[in-house]
């Protein structure tokens, strides 16, 4: 297995890239190799696109779900993997979460960089937890995601701008000055959404065409809400949410 030294890489392939300066600013780098992963065909080939025109990178796969996201860096051994968190399923955990998991059980040197539309608390931590070294939102300009794609395989954690400042606020607990105290910290932004309008008296179908959801995916929340909240019925949940001040008009 190669490291991400820039010395072991690109032990096959990317060798026209590798005289361009490359990762390593160097002649006789290789190329940093890249797989790229993602359910929609124009952004992949798009994506595609922008990173094999860049000095010192190289596609050498793409993939469009997770067995085929698994069976590329089994096969290619990439130093990147670009990684959608939706990969056309519709399960509680997000696909790509579980290959971000896979790839890095598999190649533990294998980073991989988040490029999704998801920009919610559950999904950031989710990843990071999974074992992804970056996450970036899908309108980041290409310079944006070609820095974040060197800096993951140079062994560092990216995160964009737009998740950046809130990850920080989660794990040190501060919030900007002069802000007010985050009503039941305990469940993410989008519990609090979703617990806000249960307290308003909206029903499971009105919640989802409210937040454009699933109604299944408004159950998932609603089961994290009660767990977290140690509520054992929605109405307990309702009154603990009036207590914080939501459910208000």
Known sequence: MRGDEGGSRGESGGGSEAGRGGFGGGDGVAAVRIVVVDDHPVFRMGMTALLGSLPGLTVAA????LESAVA?????????VVMDLHLGDGDRTPSGVRATREVVRLRPGTAVLVVTMLDDDDSVFAS?????RGYLLKGAAPAEIERAV?????GEVIL???VASRAVAYLTGLRPAGAPPVALPELTAREREVLDLVARGLDNLAISRRLF???KTVRNHLSNIL???QATTRAEAIVRARQAGLGES
Not at 62 to 65: C, G, K, L, T, V
Not at 72 to 80: C, K, T
Not at 150 to 154: E, K, L, S, Y
């Open 62 to 65: 793409e993939a469009e779900d």
């Open 72 to 80: 590329a860096v089994r096969e290619h051994g990439p130093d990147v």
């Open 128 to 132: 990071m937890r999974a074992g992804a």
């Open 150 to 154: 060197r800096a993951v395989a140079n």
């Open 160 to 162: 964009g701008p737009a």
């Open 213 to 215: 959801l699933s109604p």
């Open 227 to 229: 767990a977290k909240l």
